[in-house]
DNA sequence: ATATAAAATTGAGATTACTCAACTATTTTG
DNA sequence: CAAAATAGTTGAGTAATCTCAATTTTATAT
């Protein structure tokens, strides 16, 4: 976890993102002045779950997994964070704790938000409020979908779920699937690592992925759409 | 769906709930001019999933199941509503559809509030809008212990946790457990009836809990949420 | 009150997905 | 670069949970 001291970068962004539109000149220094940017090297934690929550991030580059802790050997994946989003905005109004754990799967650039200095926002700036609260609500619609997934369906519907959403995020930039491994996927379904290599392997045989390395290729989006729904 | 005319009882209600203290006068007013209150008999949807929101709902008496619809025989509920709690709370930032129904268990009173009206609240008195959103916020944390059950843990872990959950609702006045059925009981685990029905036996031949016709006495809560714990 | 429908219960068998063990391939480290 | 550790792969056996069918109980309607 390495400070970055070119401020000038860090202004840059939160001129640039889209919620923090509405604020005052004012209020805008008040936020510099309450930020520090970050950079998280790939595999360290932006956030823990059971620790106290004092700021929120706002990742300005890198790719972050959100995840619940299990039991010690098992975790489960619901979230891939992407350059523009925020971790841990929940801390604002009620989260004394963190209720999962993040970690970057490459270097991340974030920087970190004093919890206090957005509340006192949200209260004085209703505009801006408002559009933070439509950011945390579009986070938290995608848990309904994970809940169907999870409880309706089977091994191969889940995992055709969580490949159609990985896949979203596997642009040129920045090549998702090589950076999971087999583990990280079968988190995401919520199925055991052996049985996500296997319905991989037999995605691969019939011509619906290709596995080349650790990254994979949709081949037939439609069909895998077709096994995401009869799963 | 029948309409209450005594607008006395309605206007009590707003009053007294904790989350429209921080409005002025004028904006109560706003409030009562945008609200009808509704009877919805036993059985009837509040929400229904997929439908159009344009109001939010205020329960003021009675008992709600919330769950996510399935492939036509099977729901996943994951939450109970008593009186002073909202439904539909995401549709004023984001949804423009309900993600989820909503049924009666019991007769159930609501007001019914036009979602513009409390966005516009949220915009330009930002106290009201905090506290607006920490009741949002509360809503969904419960999510978190929703996927942790449903993914790490099998059936007797699973039904423990509900049966701890919904046992917090049973009280003299509104006995929930009469009001569920099995399956209702079954959709909350996500378990199918007979696995359901099969585990109560069990936990009743272990003096874990007592069945009385439809209602479940908890005898030994301690040992209760030790089957949480290791299922 | 009786007939009918719906819900609850029980057991047996089938299915799904996991665990374990062995092995191979890849990555990391001294 | 070699050795060790980690990650990925495969098959066989096992455990968990579901489905189906039969039966009993409870609720609803005529």
Same mark, same amino acid.
């Given at each position: %976890?390495?400070?970055?001291?070119?401020?000038?970068?860090?202004?840059?962004?939160?001129?640039? /993102?889209?919620?923090?539109?509405?604020?005052?000149?004012?209020?805008?220094?008040?936020?510099?002045?309450?930020?520090?940017?970050? =950079? @998280?090297?790939?595999?360290?934690? =932006?956030? $823990?779950?059971?620790?106290?929550?004092?700021?929120?991030?706002?990742?300005?580059?890198?790719?972050? $997994?959100?995840?619940?802790?299990?039991?010690?050997?098992?975790? @489960?994946?619901?979230?891939?964070?992407?350059?523009?989003?925020?971790?841990? =905005?929940?801390?604002?109004?009620?989260?004394?704790?963190?209720?999962?754990?993040?970690?970057? !799967?490459?270097?991340?650039? /974030? @920087? !970190?938000?004093?919890?206090?200095? !957005?509340?006192?926002?949200?209260?004085?700036?209703? %505009?801006?409020? @408002?559009?933070?609260?439509?950011?945390?609500?579009?986070?938290?619609?995608?848990?309904?979908?994970?809940?169907?997934?999870?409880?309706?369906?089977?091994?191969?519907?889940?995992? /055709?779920?969580?490949?159609?959403?990985?896949?979203?995020?596997?642009?040129?930039?920045?090549?998702?699937?090589? !950076?999971?491994?087999?583990?990280?996927? /079968?988190?995401?379904?919520?199925?055991?690592?052996?049985?996500?290599?296997?319905?991989?392997?037999?995605?691969?045989?019939?011509?619906?992925?290709?596995?080349?390395? $650790?990254?994979?290729?949709?081949?037939?989006?439609?069909?895998?759409?077709?096994?995401?729904?009869?799963?």
């Amino acid at each position: %976890m390495k400070l970055i001291t070119d401020t000038d970068f860090a202004i840059d962004c939160d001129i640039q /993102a889209p919620c923090f539109q509405h604020l005052t000149p004012d209020e805008m220094e008040l936020i510099r002045g309450s930020k520090t940017q970050v =950079l @998280f090297r790939k595999g360290e934690n =932006l956030t $823990k779950q059971g620790a106290f929550t004092s700021y929120v991030l706002f990742v300005t580059d890198g790719l972050v $997994k959100q995840f619940i802790e299990g039991d010690g050997t098992r975790n @489960f994946n619901f979230k891939i964070i992407k350059e523009g989003e925020f971790i841990g =905005l929940s801390s604002v109004f009620t989260d004394k704790t963190f209720q999962y754990s993040s970690v970057a !799967l490459s270097d991340t650039r /974030a @920087f !970190l938000i004093e919890k206090e200095v !957005l509340s006192s926002l949200i209260q004085t700036n209703g %505009m801006f409020g @408002f559009n933070f609260m439509k950011r945390f609500c579009n986070h938290q619609e995608s848990f309904f979908n994970t809940i169907q997934s999870v409880v309706y369906k089977q091994m191969n519907g889940r995992l /055709a779920d969580v490949l159609l959403y990985l896949n979203d995020f596997n642009t040129e930039k920045n090549k998702l699937f090589t !950076l999971l491994s087999r583990k990280d996927i /079968a988190d995401f379904a919520g199925l055991s690592t052996e049985s996500t290599v296997k319905i991989l392997k037999s995605l691969e045989k019939d011509c619906v992925i290709k596995l080349e390395e $650790k990254n994979i290729l949709i081949l037939n989006q439609d069909l895998l759409q077709k096994i995401s729904k009869n799963g």
